[in-house]
């Protein structure tokens, strides 16, 4: 499966279906999901979960959503869906010129304000790099997009810093953020 460069919400929707039924269908002999499928998936699921309890809350957010990941993929196409819904969104991601080229299109074709945050979600300090990137302002969701399995190599093949890297990427990263959010 693999999601299209700049996706629509619809298109997000799609490839959360199709990853669903494709990850019954890959599980490994251990039951365990295997290869890249499974972080695409996840990414979505976060996404499509956030949104889904947006949804079902009354009004908007007093405070912008954050959206980690949003620079590209499933993060970009959750951060354009919540401004098409009309709310500011703070971008977070690693890659300044790809982070700014989407806020400034979110700006132009939705008119809501944009804020970014220029931030690797491996780093150990992302709680206060992200602190010190919302200069004050509350966030009203949180939306993490950002995750890897980075192939389908077995965990003893890996070098254990390629590991620790993931486990920042995916586990250390959203619960920092949770907390800090929180």
Known sequence: LTMPEHPTWAQVADFAANARRALLAARGPHGHWVGELSSSALSTATALFALGRFDQAAGTPAHAPLVA??????????ARELARRG???VLLARRAEVLER??????????VRTATIVADLTDPEIGPI??????????????????AVHG???????????????????????????HLLG
């Not at 990941?69 to 959750?78: I, K, L």
């Not at 989407?102 to 008119?111: C, I, P």
Request: proline fraction near 1%.
């Open 69 to 78: 990941g949003g620079s590209d993929g499933t993060g970009e196409a959750s």
């Open 87 to 89: 709310l500011d969104v």
């Open 102 to 111: 989407v806020a400034s299109e979110l700006t132009a074709e939705f008119g």
């Open 130 to 147: 992200v602190e010190r990137g919302l200069a004050g302002r509350e966030v009203g969701l949180l939306v993490v997009n950002a995750g």
């Open 152 to 178: 389908a190599a077995h965990f003893l093949d890996r070098t254990l810093d390629d590991v620790m890297q993931l486990v920042h990427l995916n586990c250390r990263a959203p619960v920092t953020l949770a």
